[in-house]
């Protein structure tokens, strides 16, 4: 049996629970669909180790503060899942746990969302799936050829799987130098490669100047002034205290990308070798779009054109919390609640009768 609202989230992580915040404001029907088990998004996911790069009060959705996590500067996931938990509970949230969307077709009027426990028919839908679902891996010469083990960032936990391996890091933003800095410091025999040598920000830079940086970027940009940068004019790496400690101690040496995997470690361009045990791809992620394809709206690296978060050939589609494309700092608990509150208006225009 088909049902029906007015509007339907995908994803029940931090984009989709301040979409859903700010449509409940505005008095819009809808149903958040999430596919996970329990709240908290990707954060129930993470390594160990994983922490903020800004404090509590400057890492919150709209309408309520994160708590201070007692004796900690800047929250660990485990906090934000709780957080992310109390806030579904708190806004009393419609989410729809363990559903997978699979499709949204166009139905005349409607949106059709078909998941694994039937349709819905909508209004308007609002795109929250983020990236951690589509880890990537670059085409590297010799992957497949390598016998050691292979996982990426997702799949990482804590060094204590390492133990006694030899282990290289590839990857030079946030996750690698995070994941490489928890190696270093547990004394794993680690390599740390990077496209080019790694760019700190900062050490006084947390999330509180990267938000304002893609805030004053996407200004500029709407306003035809130039380009500023944002975040990447600061740097790739913020250098949160676990990592600064790793870099200042002089464990965090990166060397230059290497050319090819062997089947027992890799091969630079020079010809040097190192062995290796596992290799840890730290090399990001793309959209987790697969539920739009019949829409027919993917253009280059497989982005949807939009319009602020509005799909620009499908009006009845936003999208939300996918990075700088879907506004400032989207992806960021600060970033996505303005974008948030946008898309909601808009959908609230076209339900306008």
């Given at each position: 049996?088909?049902?029906?609202?007015d509007?339907?989230?995908?994803?029940?992580?931090?984009?989709?629970?301040?979409a859903?915040?700010?449509?409940?404001r505005?008095g819009i029907?809808?149903?958040?669909?999430?596919?996970?088990?329990?709240?908290?998004?990707?954060?129930?996911?993470?390594w160990d180790?994983?922490?903020?790069?800004?404090?509590?009060?400057?890492s919150?959705?709209?309408?309520?503060?994160?708590?201070?996590?007692?004796?900690?500067?800047?929250?660990?996931?485990?906090?934000?899942?709780?957080?992310l938990?109390?806030?579904?509970?708190?806004?009393?949230?419609?989410v729809?746990?363990?559903?997978w969307?699979s499709?949204?077709?166009r139905?005349?009027?409607?949106?059709?969302v078909?998941?694994?426990g039937?349709?819905?028919q909508?209004r308007?839908?609002?795109?929250?799936?983020?990236?951690?679902t589509?880890?990537?891996?670059?085409?590297?010469?010799?992957?497949?050829?390598?016998?050691?083990?292979q996982?990426?960032?997702?799949?990482?936990?804590?060094?204590?799987?390492?133990t006694?391996?030899?282990?290289?890091?590839?990857?030079?933003?946030n996750?690698?130098?995070?994941?490489?800095?928890?190696?270093?410091?547990?004394?794993?025999?680690?390599?740390?490669?990077?496209?080019?040598?790694p760019?700190?920000?900062?050490?006084?830079?947390?999330?509180?100047?990267?938000f304002d940086?893609?805030?004053?970027?996407?200004?500029?940009?709407d306003?035809?002034?130039?380009?500023t940068?944002?975040?990447?004019?600061?740097?790739d790496?913020?250098?949160?205290?676990?990592?600064?400690?790793?870099?200042?101690?002089?464990?965090?040496?990166?060397?230059?990308?290497?050319?090819?995997?062997?089947?027992?470690?890799?091969?630079?361009?020079?010809?040097?070798?190192?062995?290796?045990?596992a290799?840890?791809?730290?090399?990001?992620?793309?959209?987790?779009?697969?539920?739009?394809a019949?829409?027919?709206?993917?253009?280059?690296?497989?982005?949807i054109?939009?319009?602020?978060?509005?799909a620009?050939?499908e009006?009845?589609?936003?999208?939300?919390?996918?990075?700088?494309?879907?506004?400032?700092?989207?992806?960021?608990?600060?970033?996505?609640?303005?974008?948030?509150?946008?898309?909601?208006?808009e959908?609230?225009?076209?339900?306008?009768?």
């Amino acid at each position: 049996m088909t049902q029906r609202t007015d509007v339907v989230v995908v994803g029940g992580g931090q984009a989709g629970l301040a979409a859903g915040y700010h449509l409940r404001r505005l008095g819009i029907e809808h149903v958040i669909l999430d596919a996970q088990a329990a709240p908290g998004g990707a954060w129930q996911h993470t390594w160990d180790s994983l922490g903020l790069f800004s404090p509590a009060q400057y890492s919150s959705l709209p309408g309520r503060l994160m708590p201070v996590q007692e004796g900690e500067l800047y929250p660990d996931a485990a906090h934000v899942v709780d957080y992310l938990a109390d806030y579904e509970k708190r806004y009393e949230l419609p989410v729809r746990r363990g559903v997978w969307v699979s499709a949204v077709h166009r139905d005349g009027a409607f949106l059709r969302v078909q998941t694994d426990g039937g349709d819905w028919q909508v209004r308007a839908v609002i795109s929250a799936t983020g990236t951690w679902t589509r880890p990537f891996l670059p085409a590297v010469p010799g992957r497949r050829e390598f016998t050691g083990r292979q996982l990426h960032t997702v799949q990482y936990k804590n060094p204590a799987e390492f133990t006694g391996q030899r282990v290289i890091v590839v990857g030079g933003g946030n996750s690698g130098a995070q994941i490489a800095a928890d190696l270093a410091h547990a004394g794993i025999d680690l390599t740390w490669v990077t496209q080019r040598p790694p760019h700190y920000l900062a050490d006084d830079i947390d999330g509180r100047a990267l938000f304002d940086a893609a805030t004053a970027r996407r200004r500029a940009l709407d306003e035809g002034r130039t380009d500023t940068g944002g975040v990447a004019a600061l740097g790739d790496i913020v250098a949160a205290p676990p990592v600064r400690a790793a870099r200042d101690a002089g464990l965090l040496t990166a060397k230059p990308m290497f050319t090819q995997l062997t089947a027992t470690g890799v091969r630079w361009a020079d010809g040097t070798m190192a062995e290796a045990d596992a290799v840890i791809w730290c090399t990001g992620f793309r959209p987790a779009l697969a539920p739009f394809a019949a829409l027919r709206l993917r253009g280059s690296r497989g982005h949807i054109a939009t319009a602020g978060t509005r799909a620009v050939d499908e009006p009845r589609l936003h999208l939300l919390g996918y990075g700088d494309w879907t506004g400032p700092a989207s992806a960021t608990l600060i970033g996505v609640g303005r974008p948030a509150r946008d898309a909601a208006r808009e959908v609230a225009e076209l339900l306008r009768p």
